[in-house]
């Protein structure tokens, strides 16, 4: 009997402890997780409504037109933004419709970080001051469909190295590439027929200008290269007519400047502080010289300023046969006389009436008619 009890309790124990079954309960803390197994990222909607017109695609700013969507803003601290690469696509569906990206509006990006931005086909038009102080701004790939490029668009892009103009752009709006200071090279494309005032003012590290050919420009506006100090040689594009007040003041090494033989116009201080300019050569075809105050004010014209503080100039050759009149006034007449006039044979008579002589206020050491 004693035995049968203790065998009975024994059973019950091991029945109640589980003795001889495998009833481990696996927690969380006893599970090891497999180390090359990551946890997938929560992916994030690349789309955040606005309002009824405006919402965000990839941190960049769209909004609703009736031509379709206009690019006009970004989202600070965005993931996208913060990468600094922007490639805008050439149309976006959302809500519903399909709809194509036809601007970039004003300041749509003024003060990012953006590094390159890429535009696509579909856009037709750059607003004002749209990459205005955009430091980073390196690469900028534009359409070729661009026709409309707002003043300043890329004024104060300190980094900007590389841009390829649109072949279909007409002009180069006013302080476009205002100290661009990094920019070193740039192409003209054919289609441009006026290049505005301050275009590329104070980019100081500009060697190279190329006009692609046949070039329809006629016109570069006041102060349009000014300050450019690394300009050392340059060539006017054979149909440019006009060079506007103090185009080039300020180019310290610019020493070789070939003209063409279309120019009608020079502009008052147009070759202001050129100190390593050389030579110069005034085309038959000019009729107008200096500055327009002048001419308005006296009848007469400054001749003086257009080649003012040019501290290393020695041979100016006029082929004008019909010189305007000069205001008493040649060149620096604070310099040494340091400079030879050549004129054409048989005109010194009239180049005297006019007010060419050598004067006591004058730089010009000789004149020669020679030409």
Same mark, same amino acid.
């Given at each position: 009997?004693? %035995?049968?009890?203790?065998?009975?309790?024994?059973?019950? !124990?091991?029945?109640? !402890?589980?003795?001889?079954?495998?009833? &481990?309960?696996?927690?969380? *803390?006893?599970? /090891?997780?497999?180390?090359?197994?990551?946890? %997938?990222?929560? +992916?994030?909607?690349?789309?955040?409504?606005? =309002?009824?017109?405006?919402?965000?695609?990839?941190?960049?700013?769209?909004?609703? =037109?009736?031509?379709?969507?206009? /690019? @006009?803003?970004?989202?600070?601290?965005?993931?996208?933004?913060?990468?600094?690469? +922007?490639?805008?696509?050439?149309?976006?569906?959302?809500?519903?419709? +399909?709809?194509?990206?036809?601007?970039? &509006?004003?300041?749509?990006?003024?003060?990012?970080?953006? %590094? %390159?931005?890429?535009?696509?086909?579909?856009?037709?038009?750059?607003?004002?001051?749209? #990459?205005?102080?955009?430091?980073?701004?390196?690469?900028?790939?534009?359409?070729?469909?661009?026709?409309?490029?707002?003043?300043?668009?890329?004024?104060?892009? *300190?980094?900007?190295?590389?841009?390829?103009?649109?072949? @279909?752009?007409?002009?180069?709006?006013?302080?476009?590439?205002?100290? !661009?200071?990094?920019?070193?090279? +740039?192409?003209?494309?054919?289609?441009?027929?006026?290049?505005?005032?301050?275009?590329?003012?104070?980019?100081?590290?500009?060697?190279?200008?190329? #006009?692609?050919? $046949?070039?329809?420009?006629?016109?570069?506006?006041?102060?349009?290269?000014?300050?450019?100090?690394?300009?050392? *040689?340059?060539?006017?594009?054979?149909?440019?007519?006009?060079?506007?007040?103090?185009? #080039?003041?300020?180019?310290?090494?610019?020493?070789?400047?070939?003209?063409?033989?279309?120019?009608?116009?020079?502009?008052?201080?147009?070759?202001? =502080?050129?100190?390593?300019?050389?030579?110069?050569?005034? $085309?038959?075809?000019?009729?107008?010289?200096?500055?327009?105050?002048?001419?308005?004010?006296?009848?007469?014209?400054?001749?003086?300023?257009?080649?003012?503080?040019?501290?290393?100039?020695?041979? /100016?050759?006029?082929?004008?046969?019909?010189?305007?009149?000069?205001?008493?006034?040649?060149?620096?007449?604070?310099?040494?006389?340091?400079?030879?006039?050549?004129?054409?044979?048989?005109?010194?008579?009239?180049?005297?009436?006019?007010?060419?002589?050598?004067?006591?206020? @004058?730089?010009?050491?000789?004149?020669?008619? =020679?030409?």
């Amino acid at each position: 009997m004693n %035995k049968t009890i203790r065998l009975l309790t024994l059973i019950l !124990c091991c029945i109640i !402890c589980g003795c001889g079954e495998n009833n &481990d309960v696996e927690t969380d *803390s006893d599970i /090891v997780k497999n180390p090359s197994e990551k946890e %997938k990222p929560v +992916i994030k909607s690349e789309f955040e409504k606005i =309002d009824d017109l405006n919402f965000y695609y990839r941190d960049i700013k769209y909004t609703i =037109d009736s031509d379709g969507l206009h /690019v @006009s803003g970004w989202k600070k601290n965005g993931d996208y933004i913060k990468s600094g690469i +922007i490639i805008i696509p050439s149309d976006i569906e959302y809500d519903g419709r +399909i709809r194509q990206v036809k601007a970039v &509006d004003s300041k749509a990006f003024h003060h990012s970080d953006i %590094k %390159k931005i890429e535009l696509p086909v579909t856009v037709r038009s750059i607003g004002d001051y749209a #990459f205005w102080v955009c430091e980073k701004l390196d690469t900028v790939i534009l359409s070729n469909k661009i026709d409309k490029i707002g003043k300043e668009a890329f004024g104060y892009c *300190s980094n900007l190295h590389y841009i390829t103009l649109p072949g @279909s752009l007409q002009y180069i709006p006013e302080k476009m590439f205002y100290e !661009c200071i990094s920019l070193e090279s +740039i192409d003209i494309p054919k289609s441009i027929g006026v290049i505005r005032e301050d275009a590329f003012r104070n980019c100081e590290k500009l060697k190279n200008v190329n #006009f692609l050919m $046949p070039s329809m420009l006629g016109e570069f506006e006041s102060y349009s290269f000014s300050n450019c100090i690394s300009l050392e *040689s340059f060539t006017l594009p054979p149909n440019l007519s006009v060079i506007g007040s103090s185009a #080039f003041e300020g180019c310290l090494k610019l020493k070789e400047f070939n003209m063409n033989d279309k120019l009608a116009s020079i502009g008052g201080k147009a070759f202001y =502080d050129c100190q390593s300019l050389l030579t110069f050569t005034i $085309p038959q075809t000019v009729h107008s010289l200096g500055s327009s105050f002048s001419t308005q004010l006296y009848g007469q014209v400054d001749i003086g300023e257009i080649w003012f503080n040019c501290i290393s100039l020695k041979d /100016v050759f006029s082929y004008m046969k019909y010189p305007p009149e000069n205001r008493n006034f040649f060149w620096d007449k604070d310099a040494a006389p340091h400079i030879t006039l050549h004129i054409p044979k048989g005109q010194l008579q009239k180049y005297n009436q006019r007010k060419w002589e050598i004067t006591s206020y @004058s730089s010009l050491k000789t004149i020669i008619d =020679d030409l």
